[in-house]
C-alpha cells in the first residue's frame, strides 16, 4: 500500500478535488484518521497543547515530534504524512534546518515537513527543496511566532496584512513549498490567494475557498479542553464518553461489581484440587 505523494496532492487541486488533512500524533489516530480517509496526516507541533499539556507550541522540540512522527508513520495507510519543524529547528540557518529536517524523514518517517513563515523562510525553504525534501508552507496566524503576533488573532485583515500575506504567498511557490496552509485569515483573502497560486492551499479557519481543510484531530473529535476556536467544527463528543467510561469503571471496582467472572482466568479443578493439597502439606 503506497502513501499519497507530493504529486498526488498537486494534481488534487488540478482535479478540484478538496484535500482533507487532520493531526495525529500517534499509531491509534494515525490508523483511525487514515481508515476514514485522511488524504494528509500533519504530525503537528500543535502536539505539544493538545497532548504535552504545554501552553504552546514553543516547548515542543525535535525529540518530541521525531517519536510522534515515527508513531504516525507507523500506521498502515494511504496517507501523505507531512511533520511539523518545531521552534527553533529551522530558524537558526538554513544548514541547521536541513539537519532537522532530514531527522524527521529518516528517524520519523515523515514524507515532506512543514514550515511556518513567509518571506524570511525563502532561502531555508529552497535549501531542502534542493536538498530534495519536499516542504509545506504555512502562512497566517503562524503559532510558533505568536508573542510576536501579538496573541491569537485573525492575520490579513487590513490592507497592508492582506498584501504582505500575498506576497508572502508567491514568494513561498517560487522557492517550491508544494503546498500551503493559510490559518485564521478572512475568506476573502485566503480565496485570492488560492486562485493566485498553482500549488494547493489547506485552510484551517480561512473559509471554503481552500483547496483542503485541515484540523487538529482532538478538536474534531471533542477530546480537547476549553473553548474552541470560531473555526473549529466538533464532529464527536469523545471526552464525554471517556470520562463516562473511567466513571462507570471505578464505580464497578468500588463496588466490586468488576471483574466479573467472565473476566477471570481459572485453574482446571483438577489442579486446583492438587494445589490445595499440596498447600495443606506444607
Known sequence: MSRKTVADIKEMKEKGQPIVMVTAYDYPLSRLAQEAGADILLVGDSLGNVV??????????MEDMVRACAAVARAPGEAHIVCDMPFLSFQISPEEALR?????????????????????????????????I??????????????QLGGYRVQGRSLEEARRLLEDALALEE????????EAVPWQLAQ??????????????????????VLV??????????????FVKRYAQVGEIIRQAVAD?????????????????????????????????R
Open 52 to 61: 504535552l499539556g504545554y501552553e504552546s507550541t514553543t516547548s515542543v522540540d
Open 217 to 230: 484531530i482532538h478538536d474534531l473529535i471533542g477530546l480537547s479542553f476549553g473553548k474552541p476556536a470560531k
Open 192 to 213: 485570492l490567494i488560492t486562485r493566485r497560486l498553482r500549488i494547493p492551499t489547506i485552510g484551517i479557519g480561512a473559509g471554503l475557498g481552500c483547496d483542503g481543510q
Open 134 to 147: 519536499p516542504v509545506m508552507g504555512h502562512i497566517g496566524l503562524t503559532p510558533q511566532s505568536v508573542h
Open 100 to 132: 532537522n529536517a532530514g531527522r524527521l524523514i529518516r528517524e520519523g518517517g515523515a514524507q515532506s515537513v512543514k514550515m511556518e513563515g513567509g518571506r524570511q523562510v525563502v532561502p531555508t525553504v529552497k535549501k531542502l527543496v534542493e536538498s530534495g
Open 175 to 182: 522557492a517550491g513549498v508544494y503546498s500551503l496552509v493559510l
Open 249 to 281: 469503571f471505578a464505580a464497578d471496582v468500588r463496588e466490586k461489581r468488576y471483574p466479573e467472572p467472565a473476566h477471570q482466568y481459572n485453574l482446571s479443578p483438577e489442579t486446583w484440587e492438587a494445589l490445595q493439597k499440596a498447600l495443606e502439606s
